[in-house]
């Protein structure tokens, strides 16, 4: 089935192929066999993903967050099939944008993230390389819900920004702080600001936990 | 012709006292060192340090002694400031500091991990790799980015030759850690058959290892008969996790090398799964020799070279240890972006 679609991007786990199903553009997400892992502990993972990126994809639909619609999930292939959006990758807008507009979109970033928090969703994975900037709506779309979980506790949620901070050092160093803070403000404007300021200083704990820190906090 | 500068460079930030030289002509000359190796239990950072100050003169020595030079001849001092173990760290900038004060050579600042990075492209050829850097205190995946070193994934907790020192030491297979060649875990590992299912702590780009390390040690207090699979079972999830976030970072990235490098670097089972997985992106890789691999003088002298000739130096009365020198503070100005 996959091999005769087009293949539109090789990712770290994953291969995506654009094709239909039932009349729409979607695109065909095979998790693909790992030949470093053992073979049944590689499929235990895969299978495990698959599905938990299928349910969390409908719990953030039913939320009201932007994640493209779950079509069909086949685990004997750890397919999943997915609406496809046309846009562009968040990091790729973020490079060239400039950094107000980046400043900006990151704002709806927290937003974003917020409800996804107010809904017991933790992605598991926030980077600007999971998120979707639609070229028809101009809507932030969210992807790659593999590694995430149902929680409703401040330890995952600040773990799942403390990602995203991450990220953003890495890969937009040089608008990395101004940056979540805006991420933060959008979280506020939707979590309220006792959560906000709560995950804050959880974010700031998880991080003493590294290795090398600057500052340990004290408990 | 260009003058020769040689840079003699020391390292102690944890078990290892190592003193090595590089020439701005011939890359490295020598490296010397000596490990402490504690009889029972884990490295106690009193102890390493009063073995570093036992040995430091010796070490110096040799290394001179090593390519036939006085220590006047050298055109300045690297020391290792950070991250690692006060104790130890101290014994290094306290010898770095007297040479550069009685000699009157240019003290230079370099930080650790930085220098397990430029020794291993230096060795391996690659130009512009992802790192794996896997140590006993370190689980880092860097790549170059604006000016530095930047951190696309690290463990959250504990390191990951740690974690497989710890499980050892614990179920008392360990020390020695080292058997015919492998670690302990991997050695006892090749025994195993069957996988069980432990926690595969994966979160975005970073991997945990705490929660592995007590479940494993959980399995084994409650049959120790199944040491292999266990074993094996630890092993597998320890390296996996770093190799799923390595294929993360690379793909992520783009880079199309990647370096592994650390004491870890030595287990052969590691570096085939890295190979096989750079292989499905067809990025290169390379593992950096064990020589150069674990903490070594000579990645501080030819860090500190790179930095001397870039006009990096510090006063003495300013070069503190950096116990928690993060990898991604350092300006790396002789790559250019």
Redesign the interface.
Known sequence: MAETMKLLSKGAEAHLYLGEFLGYRAVFKRRIRKPYRDSKFDRKIRIKRTLNEARLLNAAAMAGINVPALFDINLNTTTIVLEFIDGILLKDYIMNAGTENSLRILYEVGLIVGRLHRSGIIHGDLTTSNMILSSSSGRIYLIDFGLGEKSWELENRGVDLHLLLRALESTHYDIAEMGFKEVLRGYSDVMGINEALKVRSKIDEIRSRGRYVVKRIRH | MEKEIIVLGIESTAHTFGCGIASSKNKILTNVKSVYKPQRGGIHPREASQHHQKVAPFIVKRALDNVGMDIREIDAVAVALG?GLGPCLRVGATVARAISVHYNKPLIPVNHCVAHIEIGRAITGLVDPLVVYVSG???IISAF??G?Y???G????I?LGNCLDTFARETGIAPPYIVEGYHVVDYWAERGKE?I?LP?V?????VSYSGLLTAALRLYSEDPKKLPDICLSFR?HAY?MI??VA??A???TGKRELLLTGGVAASPVLR???K??CA??NATFRSVPLEYAGDNGAMIAWTGLLTYLNGVVIPVEKSFIK??????EVDIPWRKQ
């Open positions: 991250p205190g370190n689980t980015a604006g530095r930047r951190v696309f690290e463990t959250l907790d390191a996988i299912d595969y994966v979160k975005g780009q970073d597998e996996n190799v799923e294929e993360r690379l793909a992520h085939e799964k890295l096989i997985m499905d992106h116990q928690r020198w993060r990898l991604d």
